[in-house]
């Protein structure tokens, strides 16, 4: 079963950080590439970031783009998303999910898996 389990949100002033982690179980982590996405109050879902199955490329929506570092440890079965210089416009749930398919590149628009993990709440105000 295909499992994702988002931690590290919380309240962040403007400007401020903070570091999300997912584990992902179920399948093999260290063959799939990761993305995070984000879903605002009101918005669709979009895709934050994405990083490939060893690490050695990666992906940024432009919103975020400078701002944002996405990384993993195949290890621990997890990825991270780094953020600093939090805006307000960051507000929204976080989420994890792996790539169903295997590429070369990270893209923004891999293919998710049906399951989601319960997101981790990211609210940027002073």
């Known amino acids: 079963q295909v499992q994702f389990v988002e931690s590290g949100g919380g309240l962040v002033q403007p400007g401020g950080s903070v570091k999300l982690s997912c584990i992902g179980s179920g399948f093999m982590f260290d063959l799939h590439g990761m993305s995070w996405y984000r879903r605002a109050p009101g918005k669709d879902r979009e895709t934050v970031s994405s990083i490939t199955m060893n690490g050695d490329s990666t992906a940024y929506a432009d919103s975020v783009k400078g701002r944002f570092t996405i990384s993993r440890d195949n290890g621990k079965n997890t990825v991270y998303l780094q953020m600093d210089n939090l805006r307000p416009t960051d507000t929204a749930v976080y989420y994890c999910?792996?790539?169903?398919?295997?590429?070369?590149?990270?893209?923004?628009?891999?293919?998710?898996?049906?399951?989601w993990g319960q997101g981790t709440q990211v609210t940027v105000s002073s």
């Open positions: 999910n792996a790539d169903r398919a295997q590429r070369a590149e990270a893209i923004l628009d891999g293919i998710p898996f049906s399951s």
